[in-house]
């Protein structure tokens, strides 16, 4: 059964203890600081010391920084290659064909540019790739019927 003040105390035990945890690490590393510190200075001498020490703690943080300027910028070409992928699906989509033959028969009458919706639309579902081929034929005949009057 489930038991909450039971649940809360390990939750409090497991908090205490990384508390606990992080504090030692903390002295310990400031232990090794001054430690490294003496022992640096003792041998680069009292100024090349501390500036190695220095050097050494600040190599971690230009190694961050590199890495995350390089995962930037790998992440703007996988999203740049996303939308890509996502435009070139927006091309290929039932949308945009039943939108070709819509503004095909912009000129025409609206009853026969609602049934070529109602087709587009049952081809959209039973038959998507005779759909882009119909749409393309349609675009290219009002492209055609526009030229022949534009004469």
């Known amino acids: 059964m489930f038991n909450l003040s039971e649940q809360l105390s390990d939750l409090r035990d497991s908090l205490i203890t990384m508390a606990l945890v992080v504090a030692a690490a903390v002295i310990g590393l400031g232990w090794a600081s001054i430690g490294l510190f003496n022992a640096l200075k003792i041998w680069l001498g009292p100024v090349w010391g501390p500036v190695a020490l220095g050097a050494g703690m ?29 435009q070139a699906a927006y091309t290929q989509s039932s949308v945009v064909h039943i939108s070709r033959i819509i503004d095909a028969f912009k000129g025409e009458s609206p009853v026969l540019a609602s049934v ?36």
Request: charged share 20%; proline share 3%; no cysteine.
């Open 58 to 86: 600040i190599v971690p943080l230009i190694i961050y920084v590199v890495v995350n300027h390089l995962n930037k910028a790998q992440k703007k070409r996988r999203q740049a290659f996303m939308n890509q992928q996502a």
């Open 116 to 151: 070529a919706a109602v087709i587009a639309g049952v081809l959209a579902t039973r038959f998507p790739s005779v759909l882009s081929i119909i749409s393309e034929v349609i675009t290219a005949w009002a492209d055609e019927r526009a030229r022949k009057r534009a004469e």
